[in-house]
């Protein structure tokens, strides 16, 4: 009997793993482990105990929709929801602090209104107490979606109904494999759905699902360390890291773990792009869906795609369609980088921990930076408006790398939250601008911030734009408020030591401070051979008109500020313990110009050397 054939082509190898490559496998295994990658079995079953709950609670939220669409009591009685999961926690490559992405689907007669209007409140009722923190509700979401936390795990929960379905099977084992669930879906519904269709595809599609996860935790493990982990960013994200590994195990479908990351890295420096990267052939003769297949033959949109990685479920799509022109570069040289190393390590020449070393995009990549920072007065705000500006950063990167004058533009792939105690407006105006005079630190209680970005259509400044916008070159001195002195009047009355005390009525009242919330993405500039200049200011005014013209912009709670600043400038939050912050070189010609005019500096630098 024929061995199956995963994949579009036949396998580039077959061979059994030698005892090297054995050896070196349950190395990697190890340097996961120490890495903290895994997570233990107490805490595993804290998510399985979670997930049964959300069960219960989308049973009992069928329940209640029915109801209040007064159907039929067998109904009514019959009702029932089901929870999937997608993602790193369906694949199996979870580790500790993940999220679990997760689906409701539901029968046909339960609608999205409802989602939003029954299913927040049952999740308190329902809950142990204090068990749900964090709950936000994102109706205006492409796909709409509940986020919230559930005894310390975060929840990312989308909804589907499905629309051939007036009851959902009981089988336990039931799946969403069978494509006509997706007839009568809207766009965003099928993504909903497909999210879970796509994760169960991969796994399918795999010679061998354990020495796949091992080898995707590895790489999860790499992209992440070198910032090139974040498809709203531009880069892959884990569904496209995953295909990849997928794909390579497909080739060498009998191979250790340690061969397939070392193979990773060399199949996709090679790889001929934009052919794309297929788990299968796709399917375009189905017609459940007027949802488009990825097809550059047809959409020019789809010809454009620089890195393709296709989706296995049909309906097949991009999974990349974000990637430019800079973070492709960036990945390129990582790859690059990451197939010198293996190579080594499988050898024995060098140790895994190597492979995970941290990226040096503030310490040493770059000179020059830009800042996006958006900010708002309430923290609900700034989750919709951040949100929003992170879902358009790739665009100004976009704008930004056609520049003549731009060799290289990378963003940053993680944002950083901070929170801001202002007393007057003219702290406020600073703080919109850049400074971090007056940020909030970590271990106060008004510092507890969420990192939970909710990712929205938003809206946009009225006012916007006939006004320049004005890329700094650095960022401004810091300015702080003068102390102000309490003065005593001829009225005062003194102590019996005669000492002056001043009156309660003398003494000012204390400022009410308003709080702003801050997120400040960076992409780091690297200029074109031979530039001389930079003008980035028709680009950087063109994507923040585009920002303040969205509705959901609200001139009196939101702001938007894009600065220039150099390395030596960047805030000391953004670098790690350890790390060396850089410093501004001082020009030899400039010494020399101050000692010449300055005979005291020369005095002590010749005292210096004659002592």
Same mark, same amino acid.
């Given at each position: 009997?024929?061995?199956?054939?995963?994949?579009?082509?036949?396998?580039?190898?077959?061979?059994?793993?030698?005892?090297?490559?054995?050896?070196?496998?349950?190395?990697?295994?190890?340097?996961?482990?120490?890495?903290?990658?895994?997570?233990?079995?107490?805490? +595993?079953?804290?998510?399985?105990?979670?997930?049964?709950?959300?069960?219960?609670?989308?049973?009992?939220?069928?329940?209640?929709?029915?109801?209040?669409?007064?159907?039929?009591?067998? $109904?009514?009685?019959?009702?029932?929801?089901?929870?999937? &999961?997608?993602?790193?926690?369906?694949?199996?490559?979870?580790?500790?602090?993940?999220?679990?992405?997760?689906? #409701?689907?539901?029968? =046909?007669?339960?609608?999205?209104?409802?989602?939003?209007?029954?299913?927040?409140?049952?999740?308190?009722?329902?809950?142990?107490?204090?068990?749900?923190?964090?709950?936000?509700?994102?109706?205006?979401?492409?796909?709409?979606?509940?986020?919230?936390?559930?005894?310390?795990?975060?929840?990312?929960?989308?909804?589907?109904?499905?629309?051939?379905?007036?009851?959902?099977?009981?089988?336990?084992?039931?799946?969403?494999?069978?494509?006509?669930?997706?007839?009568?879906?809207?766009?965003?519904?099928?993504?909903?759905?497909?999210?879970?269709?796509?994760?169960?595809?991969?796994?399918?599609?795999?010679?061998?699902?354990?020495?796949?996860?091992?080898?995707?935790?590895?790489?999860?493990?790499?992209?992440?360390?070198?910032?090139?982990?974040?498809?709203?960013?531009?880069?892959?994200?884990?569904?496209?890291?995953? !295909?990849? #590994?997928?794909?390579?195990?497909?080739?060498?479908?009998?191979?250790?773990?340690?061969? @397939? $990351?070392?193979?990773?890295?060399?199949?996709?420096?090679?790889?001929?792009?934009?052919?794309?990267?297929?788990?299968?052939? @796709?399917?375009?003769?189905?017609?459940?869906?007027?949802?488009?297949?990825?097809?550059?033959?047809?959409?020019? &949109?789809?010809?454009?795609?620089?890195?393709?990685?296709?989706?296995?479920?049909?309906?097949? !799509?991009?999974? +990349?369609?974000?990637?430019?022109?800079?973070?492709?570069?960036?990945?390129?040289?990582?790859?690059?980088?990451?197939?010198?190393?293996?190579?080594?390590?499988?050898?024995?020449?060098?140790?895994?921990?190597?492979?995970?070393?941290?990226?040096?995009?503030?310490?040493?990549?770059?000179?020059?930076?830009?800042?996006? @920072?958006?900010?708002? =007065?309430?923290?609900?705000?700034?989750? +919709?408006?951040?949100?929003?500006?992170?879902? =358009?950063?790739?665009?100004?990167?976009?704008?930004?790398? @056609?520049?003549?004058?731009?060799?290289?533009?990378?963003?940053?792939?993680?944002?950083?939250?901070?929170?801001?105690?202002?007393?007057?407006?003219?702290?406020?105006?600073?703080?919109?601008?850049?400074?971090?005079?007056?940020? $909030?630190?970590?271990?106060?209680?008004?510092?507890?911030?969420?990192?939970?970005?909710?990712?929205?259509?938003? =809206?946009?400044?009225?006012?916007?734009?006939?006004?320049?916008?004005?890329?700094?070159?650095?960022?401004?001195?810091?300015?702080?408020?003068?102390?102000?002195?309490?003065?005593?009047?001829?009225?005062?009355?003194?102590?019996?030591?005669?000492? +002056?005390?001043?009156?309660?009525?003398?003494?000012?009242?204390?400022?009410?401070?308003?709080?702003?919330?801050?997120?400040?993405?960076?992409?780091?500039?690297?200029?074109?051979?031979?530039?001389?200049?930079?003008?980035?200011?028709?680009?950087?005014?063109?994507?923040?008109? !585009?920002?303040?013209?969205?509705?959901?912009?609200?001139?009196?709670?939101?702001?938007?500020?894009?600065?220039?600043?150099?390395?030596?400038?960047?805030?000391?939050?953004?670098?790690?313990?350890?790390?060396?912050?850089?410093?501004?070189?001082?020009?030899?010609?400039?010494?020399?110009?101050?000692?010449?005019?300055?005979?005291?500096?020369?005095?002590?630098?010749?005292?210096?050397?004659?002592?």
């Amino acid at each position: 009997m024929a061995e199956r054939v995963f994949g579009v082509t036949p396998p580039i190898s077959t061979n059994l793993p030698t005892d090297a490559e054995k050896r070196s496998n349950e190395l990697l295994a190890k340097e996961l482990r120490a890495q903290g990658t895994f997570e233990s079995t107490m805490e +595993t079953e804290k998510r399985k105990e979670v997930l049964k709950r959300l069960e219960d609670i989308a049973n009992e939220f069928v329940r209640r929709a029915a109801e209040d669409k007064k159907k039929p009591s067998h $109904v009514i009685q019959t009702a029932r929801g089901r929870i999937f &999961t997608y993602g790193s926690y369906r694949l199996g490559v979870y580790g500790p602090g993940s999220d679990i992405d997760t689906l #409701v689907v539901v029968p =046909k007669y339960v609608d999205v209104e409802q989602y939003f209007k029954i299913f927040p409140d049952l999740l308190q009722e329902m809950a142990p107490p204090g068990a749900i923190t964090d709950l936000t509700p994102v109706p205006e979401a492409f796909v709409p979606i509940i986020k919230f936390e559930f005894s310390g795990i975060s929840i990312d929960l989308i909804f589907c109904s499905i629309q051939t379905m007036i009851q959902l099977p009981d089988d336990p084992g039931w799946s969403l494999a069978d494509n006509n669930l997706l007839r009568g879906l809207t766009e965003n519904e099928v993504r909903s759905l497909n999210g879970t269709r796509v994760t169960d595809e991969i796994l399918h599609l795999v010679p061998e699902p354990a020495t796949f996860r091992l080898a995707l935790r590895a790489i999860k493990l790499w992209a992440q360390k070198k910032a090139i982990y974040a498809n709203i960013m531009g880069y892959p994200g884990g569904v496209a890291w995953a !295909m990849l #590994v997928a794909r390579v195990c497909q080739l060498y479908p009998k191979a250790a773990s340690s061969l @397939i $990351v070392c193979k990773f890295f060399h199949i996709m420096l090679k790889w001929p792009w934009p052919l794309p990267v297929l788990l299968k052939d @796709i399917e375009y003769n189905s017609s459940v869906t007027r949802v488009a297949v990825w097809n550059p033959k047809i959409y020019p &949109t789809d010809r454009n795609h620089r890195m393709p990685i296709i989706t296995p479920a049909y309906p097949s !799509m991009c999974a +990349t369609h974000n990637v430019g022109k800079s973070s492709m570069a960036v990945i390129q040289k990582e790859l690059e980088i990451g197939a010198r190393l293996t190579d080594e390590i499988l050898l024995g020449r060098r140790p895994w921990k190597d492979l995970f070393t941290k990226h040096t995009f503030f310490t040493q990549d770059f000179k020059y930076y830009l800042t996006v @920072i958006s900010a708002s =007065k309430t923290r609900e705000a700034q989750n +919709t408006w951040a949100g929003f500006i992170e879902s =358009k950063v790739r665009i100004l990167v976009q704008k930004i790398e @056609i520049h003549p004058s731009i060799g290289l533009a990378r963003p940053y792939n993680k944002s950083y939250e901070r929170i801001h105690k202002c007393k007057n407006d003219a702290q406020i105006e600073e703080v919109q601008s850049g400074s971090l005079d007056y940020v $909030v630190k970590e271990d106060a209680p008004e510092a507890t911030t969420t990192n939970r970005v909710v990712k929205s259509e938003i =809206k946009s400044e009225p006012n916007a734009g006939p006004h320049p916008v004005q890329i700094k070159s650095e960022q401004p001195e810091e300015t702080r408020l003068d102390t102000i002195a309490s003065a005593t009047s001829a009225g005062n009355i003194k102590d019996e030591d005669g000492e +002056t005390k001043i009156k309660l009525e003398d003494v000012p009242e204390e400022a009410a401070e308003t709080t702003i919330y801050t997120t400040n993405h960076y992409i780091g500039l690297q200029l074109a051979d031979g530039a001389k200049s930079l003008d980035l200011s028709r680009e950087v005014n063109d994507w923040k008109a !585009m920002c303040l013209n969205n509705p959901l912009f609200n001139a009196h709670v939101n702001s938007l500020t894009i600065q220039h600043i150099r390395n030596f400038n960047l805030p000391d939050d953004v670098f790690e313990p350890g790390e060396v912050k850089p410093v501004k070189v001082v020009k030899k010609k400039r010494v020399a110009e101050d000692q010449a005019t300055n005979p005291s500096v020369k005095r002590q630098q010749t005292a210096a050397a004659t002592a």
